[in-house]
Nanobody, 127 residues
Framework: QVQLVESGGGLVQAGGSLRLSCAAS????????MGWFRQAPGKEREFVGA????????YYADVVKGRFTISRDNAKNTVDLQMNSLKPEDTAVYYC????????????????????WGQGTQVTVSS
């Protein structure tokens, strides 16, 4: 069993930055591919970005590409989401997720391929 705990959410003005962090426990962290998703009120949960097990490969949704960066520290069992140039449409609950079956150098944007989820952290971007 894997436990994921997100932190770092909050309120920020448009154009600002936030850094989210996700701490994992319960399994060797380097065996997990990680992803970030978000869900805005009244909308479906959507893919934000993912990072492979080694951290050497990342994949982003087009809407955040160039603004958001995912990184991981396998020694500290954490994965971060650096969000820059935030827009009001980035407002959502952000979720960290773990994929325990992904091959070492691959990522996934598919919700159903992630088997562990955090509780989410709210990000609100004001205009």
């Amino acid at each position: 069993q894997v436990q994921l705990v997100e932190s770092g959410g909050g309120l920020v003005q448009a154009g600002g930055s936030l850094r989210l962090s996700c701490a994992a426990s319960g399994r060797t962290f380097s065996s997990l591919a990680m992803g970030w998703f978000r869900q805005a009120p009244g909308k479906e949960r959507e893919f934000v970005g993912a990072i492979c097990r080694s951290g050497g490969c990342t994949y982003y949704a087009d809407v955040v590409k160039g603004r958001f960066t995912i990184s991981r520290d396998n020694a500290k069992n954490t994965v971060d989401l650096q969000m820059n140039s935030l827009k009001p449409e980035d407002t959502a609950v952000y979720y960290c997720a773990a994929d325990s079956t992904r091959l070492p150098y691959s990522t996934s944007s598919l919700i159903y391929e992630y088997d562990y989820w955090g509780q989410g952290t709210q990000v609100t971007v004001s205009s």
